[in-house]
Nanobody
């Protein structure tokens, strides 16, 4: 059974930093792209950052220069380093594992971790 377990959320003041982690089942980590999404109240879920199985990264324009995604293949873990946090970064952050095989998509989700940026 595939499991994604997030950690590292919490309350931080504007300008502060947090590091989110997502531990994945070993049987998927090496072949799945890993992504971080977020969803604020009343908003749609949006893709924040992505990293392929080969380590190619991409981040949303709204967090470019502030957020960094990385993966530790030896520990089956993906991280999201969030710096210079703003109140608009407040959301539930979800870890996602994704694989596309032709027209078939395979997606797994973590339970989400709350990030609140407030003074």
């Amino acid at each position: 059974q595939v499991q994604l377990v997030e950690s590292g959320g919490g309350l931080v003041q504007p300008g502060g930093s947090l590091r989110l982690s997502c531990a994945a089942s070993a049987n998927i980590f090496s072949i799945y792209a890993m992504n971080w999404y977020r969803q604020a109240p009343g908003e749609q879920r949006e893709l924040v950052a992505a990293i392929t199985s080969g380590g190619i990264t991409n981040v949303a324009d709204s967090v470019k220069g502030r957020f960094t995604i990385s993966r530790d293949n030896a520990k089956n873990t993906v991280h999201l380093q969030m710096n210079s946090l703003k109140p608009e970064d407040t959301a539930v952050y979800y870890c996602n594992a994704h694989r596309q095989l032709g027209y078939q998509s395979y997606d797994y989700w973590g339970q989400g971790t709350q990030v609140t940026v407030s003074s």
